[in-house]
């Protein structure tokens, strides 16, 4: 077993364990500090992502998005470019299917498809972080792909979500890795 995959099964549970108390609590939080946070409420275009195993919710955050008229998009698994995502638009009737990871996803449909860089923020989900900014997702690679870019001036900024559980001493890196430039936890406003 890599270091890893010990650490994404250790983290994953953790973040299961919570309590819905807990998980209402935090999503709550996170949508308050976004409110209080200029550079993160005022964008208006943003990416951000349905919770699936334990992931901080970000559904109190997308609720007040929408009742601000920022436009709000959702990852969608390419259809047949392994690895990669698209960004697809969210509004509150719009229709979701699950993907092959069973995490509900717009059904594709080319009028409702953003290119990335046209996103101003890109919230995302991880498994783990640490103090340095650090970040492991579920192992596809898909948000180091999409932010491959970023800081060349290619693409939107990332800012992860994530519970205080969810970090680490120290992850392990490759070259491909983004580290986050910000990252909110219900406790914590990260910025590197
Ligand atoms: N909420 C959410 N949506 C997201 C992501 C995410 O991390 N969270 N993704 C971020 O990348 C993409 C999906 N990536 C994923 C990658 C692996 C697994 C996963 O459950 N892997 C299983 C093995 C599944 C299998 O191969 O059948 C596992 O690790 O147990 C889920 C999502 C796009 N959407
Ligand atoms: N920019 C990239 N270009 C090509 N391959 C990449 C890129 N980024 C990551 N990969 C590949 O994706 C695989 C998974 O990477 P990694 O385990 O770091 O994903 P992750 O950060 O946990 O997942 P995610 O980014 O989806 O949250 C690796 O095998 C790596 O080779």
């Avoid at 964008?43 to 920022?70: F, K, M």
């Avoid at 990335?116 to 783990?128: H, N």
């Avoid at 990332?158 to 070259?175: E, N, S, Y």
């Amino acid at each position: 077993m890599t270091d890893r995959h010990q650490i994404r099964q250790q983290i994953r549970q953790a973040r299961r364990r919570l309590t819905t108390a807990e998980q209402d609590a935090a999503a709550r939080t996170i949508a308050q500090r976004v409110a209080g946070t200029p550079h993160l409420a005022s964008a208006r275009r943003v990416a951000l992502y349905l919770a699936n195993d334990g992931e901080l919710d970000p559904q109190p955050l997308i609720d007040w998005y929408w009742s601000r008229g920022t436009q709000v998009y959702l990852p969608v698994l390419h259809p047949f470019s392994p690895g990669h995502l698209l960004f697809l638009r969210y509004a509150p009737d719009t229709a979701l299917i699950a993907n092959r990871f069973g995490i509900p996803e717009p059904r594709l449909d080319v009028r409702l498809l953003l290119p990335k860089a046209e996103l101003e923020l890109i919230y995302t989900p991880l498994v783990a972080f640490d103090a340095a900014g650090n970040r492991m997702g579920m192992g596809g690679g898909f948000y180091d792909r999409t932010l491959s870019g970023w800081h060349r001036g290619q693409g939107p900024r990332p800012v992860g979500l994530a519970h205080d559980c969810q970090q680490l001493a120290a992850i392990p890196t490759d070259h491909w890795d983004v580290p986050l430039p910000e990252l909110l936890t219900p406790s914590r406003h990260w910025r590197w």
